[in-house]
C-alpha cells in the first residue's frame, strides 16, 4: 500500500515539474487514438469497395487488430447516433415552437432528449456485443467448416456498412442489413475457397509423401 501511494506521489509530482512532457505525452496518445479510429474508418470503406480483395487479405490481420477496429467503429457509429437524434429532437422543437406557436419546455426537452440519445448508444452496444455474439453462433451452425475465430473476423468485416452509414438514419437500416448480408455471403465464400485450397495442398504433399514412401520400400525389396 505504501509502495503504491509513494508511486502516485511520484507521478504527481512528476507532472508537476514537467507540465510540457506530460502534454505532449497527452497529445501523443490522442493522435496515435485518432490514428487508429481513422485506420478503421479506412478499412471500412475498403470493405465496401471491394470486399472480395478484403476478404482474402483477412488473414493478413490478427482477430485481435480486427475486433478492435470493430469496437471503434460501433463507439463511433452509437456516438453519432446518439449526438444526430439529440440534435434532430432540438431543431425539430425549436421549429414548432418558432413556426407553429407550440410552447415547449425546453429543460425537459433536453432530459427528453438525452435519454433517447443515451439509449440510443446503449443500444448500438448491445447489438454490436451481445447481438453479434448471438448471431456468430446462429450462423456458426449453418457454416462449420470455417473457423469460428475466422467467422467472427469475416462478420467484423460485414458489419462495415451499417456502422459506417446506420447512423444518419434508422430507415436505412433494412438496406444497410441486406448489405451486410450480402457482404457475410461473400466472406464466407471467399474463406470456403481458400481453405478448400489450403486442404487441396495439404492433401497433395500426403500423396506426395506416401509415394514416396512406397518406392523407397519398393526399392528395399527389389534390393
Known sequence: MLESFRDRIKIINFIQ????????????????????LKSAIIQG?????NPEREF???????????????IKLLLASGLLAAVIAFIFILI???????????????????????GISGSLFFFYLFAGTFLFFLLSLIIRIFVRRIK??????????????????????????LALGIWSAFLLIVGIR????EEGKISDKS?????????????????????
Not at 164 to 172: P, Q, R
Not at 190 to 193: H, M, N, S, V
Not at 203 to 223: A, E, L
Request: aromatic letters at 10%; charged letters at 25%.
Open 17 to 36: 515539474l514537467n507540465p510540457t512532457h506530460s502534454k505532449y505525452l497527452y497529445i501523443k496518445h490522442k493522435s496515435q487514438v485518432t490514428m487508429t
Open 45 to 49: 470503406f475498403r470493405t465496401l469497395a
Open 56 to 70: 482474402e487479405n483477412i488473414n493478413k490481420r490478427s482477430l485481435e487488430k480486427i475486433l478492435e477496429d470493430y
Open 92 to 114: 425539430n422543437s425549436t421549429y414548432l415552437n418558432l413556426f407553429r406557436g407550440i410552447n415547449i419546455d425546453y429543460w425537459r426537452l433536453i432530459n427528453y432528449s438525452a
Open 148 to 173: 469460428y475465430t475466422r467467422l467472427i473476423s469475416v462478420l467484423c468485416y460485414s458489419l462495415s456498412p451499417i456502422l459506417l452509414i446506420g447512423w444518419i438514419s434508422n430507415k436505412l437500416i
Open 190 to 193: 471467399q474463406t470456403l475457397k
Open 203 to 223: 492433401s497433395s504433399k500426403i500423396r506426395g509423401k506416401s509415394s514416396g514412401k512406397g518406392k523407397s520400400s519398393r526399392k528395399r525389396i527389389k534390393r
